[in-house]
């Protein structure tokens, strides 16, 4: 269950030993943007060493490593993935291409390292009008991308447009992405709301990602993650409600009865699918005891 994805700058060793017990599903070591070009080999190696020694336990473990157009990139893979974290994400991912180069050189190091095939998994970075546009093929373009995740900053600054709390400048960015990742069959992230002090505003954004299809959102700050858990998970009228609807559809073909209504409404095939996923939510999140 990943619902909330918080970085964590790659150079700060303080802040990543206790990256397991900020609340977040899943932390991302930073190695691109917190991190300057004179720090990126320091910060790479702390990674590695977080990895390999410090075992971080709870949440997943994404690595953002730097762009396809840097020199920094495969330097990053060779000293992360021989360690397998979970994800890695991959930034400024313009089309299908960037994501093959990367796939291919990981396959590279799982192949030397005898790791299984696919071990590690993607996460792309769509932060350019380019990414925005191949969206669709990005996300179907290869077996390891399993998410997606909107970087509205920088997206912004190529769209030479202003970044707004509101986000109208980014709805159809936000559209578009959650459409190509569930026609792909892959989670999707919604931007970072960036404002740390706003949490009522954090709120309302998290509502809105929520309304749109997105899988959950990405925090820049530990006091967010709370808010986005909350938001992202089923309510107890929700999970209820769930357990209602496949309770009375077991009832209805014990009985025969080929239509059926719940509450005054009936019940039909979307229904029940989202009856389905809310309780796999509430398993994932609290084993499926206490809240059944």
């Not at 964590?8 to 609340?23: A, E, H, K, R, Y």
């Not at 009832?251 to 039909?268: F, P, Q, T, Y």
Request: with cysteine.
């Amino acid at each position: 269950m990943r619902r909330s994805m918080l970085f964590i700058p790659g150079n700060t060793p303080s802040l990543i030993v206790n990256g397991d017990i900020l609340g977040a599903d899943s932390i991302i070591l930073d190695l691109e943007d917190a991190v300057s070009p004179a720090e990126k080999d320091s910060a790479r190696i702390l990674v590695r060493n977080t990895l390999k020694h410090l075992g971080l336990k709870g949440c997943e473990i994404v690595i953002r490593i730097n762009p396809v157009d840097t020199d920094f990139w495969y330097k990053d893979l060779d000293e992360i993935v021989p360690h397998k974290p979970d994800m890695i994400m991959l930034p400024k991912v313009n089309g299908p291409e960037d994501v093959k180069k990367v796939s291919e050189y990981i396959a590279g190091i799982e192949e030397k390292c005898g790791m299984e095939k696919n071990t590690v998994k993607i996460i792309t970075l769509i932060e350019t009008t380019m990414g925005v546009e191949n969206a669709f093929l990005i996300a179907g373009c290869d077996e390891r991308v399993t998410a997606m995740f909107l970087g509205a900053e920088d997206l912004t600054a190529d769209l030479r447009c202003v970044r707004t709390k509101e986000g109208a400048e980014i709805l159809y960015c936000r559209q578009r992405l959650v459409t190509a990742a569930r026609a792909c069959g892959v989670d999707v992230y919604d931007t970072p709301f960036t404002d740390v002090e706003d949490i009522e505003g954090l709120y309302k954004d998290a509502r809105f990602a929520k309304a749109l299809g997105f899988t959950g959102k990405v925090s820049i700050s530990p006091r967010h993650v709370e808010g986005i858990n909350e938001v992202f998970s089923p309510t107890k009228a929700e999970i209820e409600y769930a357990h209602e609807v496949l309770d009375i559809i077991e009832e209805a073909k014990r009985m025969g009865r080929g239509v059926v209504s719940l509450r005054g409404k009936m019940i039909d095939a979307p229904i029940v699918n989202r009856a389905k996923q809310v309780i796999e939510m509430e398993k994932a999140i609290y084993g499926g005891t206490d809240h059944e």
